[in-house]
Every structure is written in C-alpha cells, then in structure tokens.
C-alpha cells in the first residue's frame, strides 16, 4: 500500500541547528550519521529516517517500493537555511529499495540515488537499500592498537594491489562468478601471508555503475559495493584480515564522479557536487565531473567519507586517485579551455586547501591510517607537513621511478648501458618525498603487457630479467607495491571480466619466479635496513652506480643502528661475471642471504660467506668477490 501524507510534516529534531551549521562550515565529519537513510524511532514508530542535502530543488520526495515509486506519497521538509531535506516515514525495514524525486526549478523530476546510502542495489540496478542495523562486532583491537602507535614511514609495508572481482572466480553463474567478501577474506589472507605482503591494497570497492570503470567512476562513496556483499560483510573482511596480520588500503576517487542520471552530477537539476563552470567542472578525456572543492558541504561529504572508511570500516589507509588532476587547472585541458586562479597560476587553490585540511584532520584523529597520493608530477611537499606548506599525505606513488625503471627494464641489454641512468636517477630524489615504489595495474593493460611480456629475450630470459627487477626494487628506498598476477609472471594483459591465471603458478618457470618473489619479500620484513630510513640519505649508500658499461649496480641498505646492513648487487644483462669484485665500506664477512639461481638461503642451509680482503674498489677500502652469473643478482648481509 502506498504511504501517503499530505499534511504538513513537522521538524522531527535528528538535524539539529547546530548540525546544518557544521555541515555548512564543512566540518560535520560524521554527517554521515545525520544524512541518508537511517533506522529510527520517531512518536514512538519504527521506521526510517531520509534527509538528502538538495538546495537548488523546488521540492523531494522520498520513493520506493513501500510507495509504489510515487513522487506525491512521501515529500520532504526543507529544514531552515540549509538546503536540507527531511522525512520520517514509519513501517520501512531494512533491505528496501529507496530514491530521492527530486522536482527542479524548471518542474522536471529526477530520480536520483542517495549520495550517503550506505548499501546499493546490484548492477545495472541503481537504487539505494536502507541499511541493515550493525550488528557486527569487531575483534581487531590488538592490531588497531599497534596501529596508533606505529610511524608507518619507518615501518615494513609491501602492498599487494587487488582487484577483487577478477583476482579469482568461483565456477558459479551468480554475481558472474565473484567471490564474496567473506569468501574472498580467508583465500586471500592466506595467501598474502605466504608471501609475504603487508597489506592488501583494493581496487573499486566503493560502488560504481560500471564494471569496466574498475571502480574508480564511483556512485555511491558510502556504500561498499554489493558485487561481492553487503557492508557487514565488508566489515568482516576487514577484521579478518587484521586477525591474520594483514592491513587493507582502498582506492579512493575525490577527484571526479561520472554523469550517471542516477548519480551526483547535476544533483538537484543544477551543478551542485561538481563546478558549474565546465572549464573546471568537467574531465574532458574522462567524460566525468569534478567536485567543487569551493563549496564546503562538498569538501564535508568527501572528507567524512575518508573519515567513514577509516573509523567505520577500520580500513588502514586510502590510496586517493588521480591527484594530480585536481592539483592543476589545466589538467587535461587545451589552451582556453581552463580557467586560471585568482593570482593567474594553474594551481587549484581549493584542491590544495582541501588536500591539508583532509590529511590534517585524518591525522588529528589518531588513528595510525595512511593517506597516499597518487601524483604522477613534480608538485612540491605532497608529503610534507602542511604547516610547512606541504599536502600532508603520508606517502606519495613513485611514478617517475616507476616509468623509468620499466623503460630500462623493457630495453634490451645490450642498450641498456646506454640508460644507466635510468636506475640511478630515482636514487638523487628518494628523500625529497615519501615514497611507495609501484608497479601498479595501470602498467598491465591497454596493449601496455603484462610485466613479464615486458621483458626482453626468450622466454627464460624474460623471468630472470624480472627477478633482478624485483631484486634491485626490493633494495631501492620506498615502500613497495606489486600489482596481482606481477608475482608468478601472469601472461596476459590483465583484464577485469577474467580470473588471474592461477594454473600458471603449477609451471616451472612461473613457480620458482612466485618462490623467488616470496623470498624477497619475506626478506624485506625481516631486515629493518630495508625500510626504517626509507626516507633518510644514512639508509643508502652507493657502491657503484656508475658500472654502466656492464650493467651493473651495487649498493648498501643501512639500519638505524648500522647493524645486519645488506649490500646489494644486480647485472642486468645476460654475460655472466665469474668473478666480479665489488667494493665493501668495512673488513669482515659477509654472508649471501639470497642469489638469483638458489633464491633465500634458509635456516639449515649453507649460506657463502665471502670474507673481505683489503684491497680498494669501487672507492671502497674492501673488496669481495663473488660469481655473477647471467642476469646474476645477490643480497648480502654485514655488520
């Protein structure tokens, strides 16, 4: 039966004065709380209780099937001075299905989905479902405690990206095949565990219309998406994976939305989320809006949405995409088609303020989570304190590094002496910012190749070339990100409508590259050389990095207290050294702990121990030797 109710509604007093005035300063950072659709009790009735921020209106409704869709059974009262609608309405339970109509200035009525619903209706439906009561209790405390009083910069952080719709399939027709999130939550941590990653970092969990948009067109920023469950299963994922010892990052997308009718864009039948000017309101390459960082209640909707995530969800980090786009005006864009900012400049003076009060606020809030940049330009300080001027994000992509390293690592070796810099020119710059070194899913698609088809050679070549990368990556100074399937040498492209290839992994060659990552990465957790000065020119020292001639490098990795310090050697070409003499900083031994043809020498086995003579290289004091096969790669450790 339809609901029906033609009087006049009177405040119902859940948003209070005081609520729309923060809301309006942008600084209700749990507005979440306040709109959308929650359960309440109202005259002593049950049901649910709407309010949907919509300023440019003549009027909204609230419709669903509890009403027959009806735009006339449930209208909404403004609330004084604030844009703000609002509705009681008794007798809804969880698991509806619920839009805001939405009649414009001009008399049009849109349907549009609720902006804070926090659960969505299954692609290609679009309505928003009024959330279930959360039940769930959490039992991660040990690992959010430890959290909160851990510098992650001085931290061990491997990350290992997913998308989870594609990184395994069950045999199954329902929901094409996707693995739930409780599903996925075991399969998955065992199988970081193994390997030695850190932390989970996830692709396009926030719900988006589009599969092939990867999650990064979002609709729906407060509702995880119902591809894999509901939200108090994605809250058991979470758990899960803190109980095994295992962080997640989510990809976050501040910096556009797409035109989706049901969506934000032209929210109230004007530009309302995005600007209204389309020289700064609109992505022209991606066909999306821009948020305007301007108004505040925009800046409030999407810094309460990190804060949601964070303190909701306990995720332990957000990577924010494309930062770089909303940092510049210009982005994208055509002489002409941009407008510059008040002092003339290209620099989008809201986006940064927006950056330092985001990032400021997470940290206020001391929960130990990480804020990431993905910024693909020199922009200055993006780690860096903003009360020193800086964006205050906690890390930032290595994108440059990354871009240099696989031009290098593509080339074939006999050019490569050629472009010795590309691998040292990351190493004049590793201290100016924080840095995650990434080889990300970007670099797997779009006739790009999958990492292993990036390497030159025959088919055997192709995997040692891509363990002296992975070697010569494990020692560089940055945290370190690999994208699924780059462990066991998935072949092709990766493509978001198939499982990985997981057979491969059974394969000789694919296995002992998986093996051989997995040693590298449990070595990196083990020794604090490799991440405690990430940051710091003691962490890092040269051997030579000017053995271009034979493709060379040699480096040390240094602990704070100078202790189980790793030299590292890789050859990057296919002529093997018999009897190459690396220059040491100090006499003494210094054991092998890992080789590109055994991989990590574990306990009970025979490590080589190569003894230091007196005798200068490479600038060095000391010397050792040691074979270096073809494409021949070691870590060695010192004290």
Known sequence: MAVRDKKKQTETGFITAG??????EGTHYEIYNKLGAHPKTFDGKNGYYFAVWAPHAASVSVVGDFNNWDPDACPMQVLETSGIYERFIPGIKPGELYKFAITTQTGKVIFKADPFAQYAEYRPGTASITAFNDSFRWSDSTWVQKRESTNPREAAISIYEVHLGSWKKKNRPEKDGYYTYKEAAAELAAYVKEMGYTHVELMGIAE???DGSWGYQVTGYYAPTSRYGTPEEFKYFVN?????????ILDWVPAHFPRDAHGLADFDGRALFEYADPRKGEHPDWGTKVFDYEKHEVSNFLIANALYWIEQFHVDGLRVDAVASMLYLDYGRKDGEWVANRYGGNQNLEAIEFFRHLNSIVAQRGHGAMVIAEESTAWPLVTHDPKEGGLGFTFKWNMGWMHDFLEYMKLDP??????HHKMTFGLTYFNSENFILVLSHDEVVHLKCSMINKMPGLFEDKFANLKAGYTFMLGHPGKKLLFMGQDFGQLHEWDE???????LAEEDLHKDLQSYVRDLLHIYQKHPALYESDDDWDGFSWINANDGDRSIYSFVRYAKNHKKSLLFVCNFTPVARPDYRV????????????????????TGEKAPVLKAVKSECDGQPYSVSLPLPAYGTAILRFS
């Open 208 to 210: 988006h219309p589009y």
């Open 19 to 24: 609520d729309r005035y923060l809301f309006g």
């Open 497 to 503: 409508k198939v499982s990985l290839d997981w057979h």
């Open 583 to 602: 220059g040491v900083p100090k006499r003494g031994n210094y054991t092998v702990i890992l080789d590109n043809e055994h991989g990590a020498y574990k």
């Open 240 to 248: 899960y994976m803190h109980k095994k010892g295992i962080g997640v």
């Open 414 to 419: 006999y050019f490569r002496k050629f472009n």
